[in-house]
Each structure stands twice: as C-alpha cells, then as structure tokens.
C-alpha cells in the first residue's frame, strides 16, 4: 500500500462500493494557489502512482488549477481485492464516482500511458463530463492482439510479474521512459514500484499488475478514436517504444511495434480536431525526462 511513501500531499480516502466488495480509492486533491476555476483530473500510468505526477501537480496548481490526481483500485495506495474483473470502464466508472463525490463536475483530464488509454474509455464513456482531454504517451494507440502478438494467461503474466526487481525495473525504465538515459531523480520512480513489489505484499501486487496487463491488452481502445467528441490534445515523447506483448514476439513483429512517431501522426488524424506535440529526443514520460519543456507546453495548450 506504500504506506511510508510520500506523495508530497496529504493523501486522502474515497470510500465506494465495486462488485460488492468495500473499496478505498487514495488520491490527492490539491487546490490551486490562485484558482481559476478549473480543475485537472490526473491519471497515472501502470508503472506509476498518483504521487509520481509531483513536477505536473506543481506547475498545474501554480498556474490556477486545482489538481485531483487518484491511484486507481488495484494500484498503490489503493485497495487490492482479492478477486476484481478489471475494465477499463470500470476504473472509468470508480474514478467518475471519486469525481461526483468532490463536486467536479467537468474536468480536464490529463492521462498518461495507460492512464491515457483510460482517459480515452473516460471520455468515450461520459462525453459531457469532460472539458478537455490530454493524452501523454498513451499505450492503446495499436491493437497488439489484432497485429499478431500472441496473448498471455493471466497465469502467464503472473509468473513474469513475480520476476520483477528494482534492476528488471530500472533497466526497463531506462530504455523505454527516457530513451536511453537516466539522472539520479529517476530512482525515487524505481524505488516507488520495487518496493510494492519486494515487499510482504509483493505476491498480491503482481497479481493485479497481471490482471491489468490483461486488461490493456484484450481492451483496445484505437479502434474508437474517432468517436471522441472533446477537445484533445496528443503530447508524445517520440523516442517511446512500448507495446504491451512485444517480448512474446518473433522478432519481425516486435520490430514493428510502438513506433511512436508513427503511431502519433495516425492518432492525431484519427482524432476529430486533435492537436499534437512531439518530442522527437524524449521516450515514454516526458513529463519526468524534460519537465520545464512538457509544462510550458502542457499550459499553453489547456489555455489555447
């Protein structure tokens, strides 16, 4: 649950009910220094938490914006059932629920990796609940199953998930997150997930991150992009190369999977009236690699 790890607010607790078993969501809500009146919704990643978007809930507050940023059930400071069926409709649905209960009526939804693939099921499935939607190298842009990746027993991807340790993390991070290379303050990220996973609970969180890679791999979302109806923005470190599935590829395949600069020019076509910005020398969390540049961005195209 990370319990010793801080997030750098006060985290707070929404109480629910999911498939009915009693669930506690942890996020953070964090009120703008002088508020504008708008409010920004952030979703984190699989390998992330709420606590990892600290630089953005920073400059988002500074410039008016209050911040509500949760940690999905299955994830970090949140409740691990022992049985969920996970959906992405259903995160959906449990964030709506943190939402309606703060009084956000229509946010900014900011999502990153899966978090954008989940932005993307958020805005699909409550479109007049949305002002504005920000993608961040989200995963979902293909549907791997379709391309020929071989699927996986949750079994499987269990197994894989319990091999995991800070150095298979860190070496992951350092290829894919920030396209080759790594400073010191990449480590707290590393330390964030290895500890979860090394820790007397490690079992349990690579059950659910088992049963979520599941979840981003049979529950595409590409294929409906052109139904989004909301102001978009795609923001793309293009040196990404994540694709859910790629290592149970032959090699030919796995060549062709997460072409980021491809697979962000096709996005942004796909997406009614979209607006997308490219970092061709940043990998898969510019918003961690060059903060000062992503923000500036990020700022200019919520206030265009």
């Known amino acids: 649950m990370l319990a010793d790890f801080d997030y ?5 607790r929404h109480s629910f009910t999911s498939q009915g078993v009693a669930m506690e969501m942890a996020y953070l809500d964090v009120p703008a220094e002088r508020p504008n009146g708008r409010t920004a919704v952030l979703l984190h990643g699989k390998n992330f ?53 703060l009084g956000v009526a229509k946010p900014i939804l900011i999502g990153h990796s899966m978090g954008g693939m989940l932005a993307i099921r958020y805005a699909l499935q409550y479109p007049d609940a949305v002002s504005q939607l920000v993608l961040v190298n989200p995963i979902g842009l293909e549907d791997w199953r379709a391309k020929g990746v071989p699927n996986a027993t949750v079994d499987q991807l269990f197994a894989g998930e319990r091999k995991t340790s800070a150095a298979t993390i860190r070496a992951y991070q350092q290829r ?8 010191a303050d990449y480590d707290r990220w590393v330390e964030m997930l290895a500890s979860m996973y090394a820790g007397a609970d490690g079992a349990t969180i690579a059950w659910h991150q088992a049963l979520t890679s599941d979840m981003v791999f049979n529950q595409p979302v590409v ?19 994540t694709a859910i599935g790629k290592d149970r590829s032959d090699k030919a395949l796995a060549a062709t999977l997460g072409d980021y600069p491809v697979l962000a020019r096709e996005t942004a076509k796909r997406i009614p009236g979209a607006a997308l910005i490219t ?26």
Do not use: M
């Open 49 to 101: 938490c709420a606590g990892a978007w600290q630089g953005t809930i920073r400059a988002l507050t500074a410039a008016g914006y209050r911040v509500i940023a949760p940690d999905q059930i299955g994830f970090c400071k949140s409740t691990k059932p022992d049985r969920y069926q996970y959906g992405l409709h259903t995160l959906a649905a449990n964030s709506k629920t943190l939402l309606d209960a």
């Open 223 to 241: 294929h409906e992009l052109g139904r989004i109806a909301i102001p978009t923005v795609l923001i793309v470190g293009e040196k990404d190369n």
């Open 279 to 304: 970092y061709p020398d940043l990998g898969h969390a510019p918003q961690i690699q060059a903060p000062d540049r992503f923000h500036r961005d990020l700022l200019t195209a919520l206030e265009r």
């Open 8 to 12: 750098g607010w006060p985290v707070q």
């Open 176 to 183: 894919t997150y920030y396209a080759g290379t790594w400073r």
